[in-house]
Nanobody, 123 residues
Framework: QVQLVESGGGLVQTGGSLRLSCVVS????????MAWFRQAPGKEREFVGA????????YYTNSVKGRFSISRDNAKNTVYLQMNSLKPEDTAVYYC????????????????WGQGTQVTVSS
């Protein structure tokens, strides 16, 4: 059974940092793309960034470039989303997702999802 479990969310002030974790289990994800999405109240789920598990290349949506970074730890089967210089508009539920054959920005194309973790940035 494939599982993605996020953690690390919380309340932080503007300008602060958080690191989200996504632990994956149930299969080998070495050939997968791991992505982070977020969904704010009343808004659609939006792409944040993604990493190729096998080669480590990353890419991000423009609004988080230079502030967020994604990495992975093969030994721990964990993907991280480091978020710095947080802004109130970053407030959302953050989800990690995985797919073997898709590496784009469309959330409906990802097969596996975590339950989400809440990030709240106070002004």
């Amino acid at each position: 059974q494939v599982q993605l479990v996020e953690s690390g969310g919380g309340l932080v002030q503007t300008g602060g940092s958080l690191r989200l974790s996504c632990v994956v289990s149930g299969r080998t994800f070495s050939s997968y793309t791991m992505a982070w999405f977020r969904q704010a109240p009343g808004k659609e789920r939006e792409f944040v960034g993604a990493i190729s598990w096998s080669i480590g290349t990353t890419y991000y949506t423009n609004s988080v470039k230079g502030r967020f970074s994604i990495s992975r730890d093969n030994a721990k089967n964990t993907v991280y989303l480091q978020m710095n210089s947080l802004k109130p508009e970053d407030t959302a539920v953050y989800y990690c997702a995985a797919d073997r054959f898709y590496s784009g920005r469309v959330n409906s194309e990802y097969d596996y999802w975590g339950q989400g973790t809440q990030v709240t940035v106070s002004s």
